[in-house]
């Protein structure tokens, strides 16, 4: 199932930036899905945005289309979220979550089709 490991999160002023990485191992991002999931204290996690890299399909959720960004580099194994404009409300956990079989379709955003997960970064959005 391979193995995910995420950084880049840290504490940052509103309208700030950051760059989060998901570094993959033992995972053939060719034939994978990638998700950046997010968890706030005391809500549900929520799906971010997706990336299926071998045809460049992209999803994001409302909330984050225009500031958020999904990319990959396919020779480091790595997929980014560069994340512009940051509010207080993008203040939570990130986790990076890969899958095989929707890739990124229509149910990209649940994250029980996920088996592999990271361990999260903290992002905290705070003046």
């Known amino acids: 199932q391979g193995r995910l490991v995420e950084s880049g999160g840290g504490l940052v002023q509103p309208g700030g930036s950051l760059r989060l990485s998901c570094a993959a191992s033992g995972l053939n991002l060719d034939y994978a899905g990638v998700t950046w999931f997010r968890q706030a204290p005391g809500k549900e996690r929520e799906g971010v945005s997706c990336?299926?890299?071998?045809?460049?399909?992209?999803r994001y959720v409302d909330s984050v289309k225009g500031r958020f960004t999904i990319s990959t580099d396919n020779a480091k194994k790595t997929v980014y979220l560069q994340m512009n404009n940051l509010q207080p409300e993008d203040t939570g956990t990130y986790f990076c979550?890969?899958?095989?079989?929707?890739?990124?379709?229509?149910?990209?955003?649940?994250?029980?089709?996920?088996?592999?997960w990271g361990q999260g970064t903290p992002v905290t959005v705070s003046s």
């Open positions: 979550a890969a899958e095989t079989t929707g890739l990124c379709g229509s149910n990209w955003y649940l994250s029980r089709i996920y088996p592999t």
């Open positions: 990336i299926r890299p071998r045809v460049n399909r992209l």
